[in-house]
């Protein structure tokens, strides 16, 4: 039950992921379909988030991600997106 924290450089690679069609909140029904992914953080660490600014269609393993948070409400949202 030992932790630590580590600070994580953001770069990520795509593991797997779903598309969603059918929006789970009344907020979410503009924003279908969308891709929740598990993302492998390049410190080995896979997380769970949304992949922003790739169509569903062009989403595949193992490409490059990077972390950025998105400020929802009082909360900071980490989401993944691919490299500018």
Do not use: K
């Amino acid at each position: 039950m030992d932790t630590e924290q580590v600070a994580a450089s953001g770069r990520a690679s795509l593991y797997s992921w779903v598309v969603v069609t059918h929006p789970v909140a009344e907020v979410l029904v503009d924003q279908v379909p969308y891709v929740v992914g598990m993302i492998e953080l390049a410190e080995g660490v896979r997380v769970v988030g949304n992949v922003i600014g790739c169509p569903p269609d062009e989403v595949a393993a193992g490409m490059p991600l990077e972390l950025f948070f998105e400020r929802v409400e009082d909360v900071n949202i980490p989401n993944f997106r691919t490299p500018a």
